[in-house]
């Protein structure tokens, strides 16, 4: 019992580092980047949901990360429709 608590706290730690790596990069304009970090913090996020291992909070913090990525999907699809019309 005691290993897959840690093995809890250590996956939501990455889920929340992984989170943290994918803001820096949108930042930086790296949204590639940006939507990877977000997409493996969501998958880790979901695991733990699925395994009624997840808090309120961190809930709200997959809710947040799968809005995240829907907004770069969508930024992403603006720009590349933009590419094609201008080229």
């Given at each position: 019992?005691?290993?897959?608590t ?36 969501v ?22 990360l ?8 969508i ?13």
């Amino acid at each position: 019992l005691e290993s897959d608590t840690n093995n809890t706290n250590a996956l939501r730690d990455l889920a929340v580092a992984l989170k943290s790596i994918g803001e820096i990069h949108l930042k930086q304009d790296e949204t590639e980047k940006a939507k990877s970090n977000y997409a493996k913090s969501v998958e880790i996020l979901t695991q733990l949901k699925n395994n009624n291992s997840l808090s309120e909070y961190d809930q709200k913090m997959l809710i947040e990360l799968q809005q995240n990525l829907a907004k770069i999907e969508i930024k992403d699809s603006k720009t590349l429709i933009i590419r094609e019309i201008c080229y």
